[in-house]
């Protein structure tokens, strides 16, 4: 029976972040078409909003997936180890990507942005409309989508299958 609360939080926490990130997602994309700044620092305000639910989740997440681990004494199998593996993989490559480039976008609007593991709290000026393209042009929505789509397959095919 304990089980079962373990997979409830570590799914309910998997929906959750899902939810979050799927709404900084959507944004990420409505970005790239955007040209107005004043529009665009709100895209990133409510996408840094979503942040709030999506961090707690991944921590629920977790815990479930550790919890259930433990209570089926799943540490010796190879596919807890790869799944650990993959979410590991995913946050480095949503770490460097797409927080660099989204940091880039958010110091041209003159707005609170990260350089490594500093945050900087803005100028509240822009830059010029020309650099501010230049960065959006740079984003990569669809390589972050698709690391996001590619690790969360695997995991549920590890999960469900437990092939080693």
Do not use: C, N
Request: zero cysteines; aromatic letters at 12%; glycine letters at 12%.
């Amino acid at each position: 029976m304990h089980d079962l609360w373990s997979l409830f939080f570590h799914l309910a926490g998997l929906a959750a972040f899902l939810v979050a990130h799927g709404t900084s997602a959507g944004l990420a994309f409505a970005l790239r078409g955007e040209r107005h700044p004043e529009r665009m620092r709100r895209l990133l305000e409510l996408s840094e909003g979503s942040f709030k639910v999506l961090y707690p989740a991944v921590l629920v997440l977790i815990a479930g997936g550790v919890a259930g681990a433990f209570r089926r004494t799943y540490w010796s199998s190879g596919f807890v180890w790869v799944s650990i593996g993959l979410l590991l993989a995913a946050f480095a490559i949503m770490f460097v990507v797409g927080g660099g480039q989204y940091s880039v976008v958010r110091k041209a609007l003159g707005i609170r942005y990260r350089e490594g593991f500093k945050i900087y709290p803005g100028t509240g000026v822009s830059a010029t409309q020309e650099e501010i393209e230049d960065a959006v042009a740079r984003l990569h929505p669809f390589l972050l989508l698709g690391t996001g789509v590619v690790v969360i397959g695997a995991s549920l095919y590890l999960m469900t299958s437990k092939p080693f």
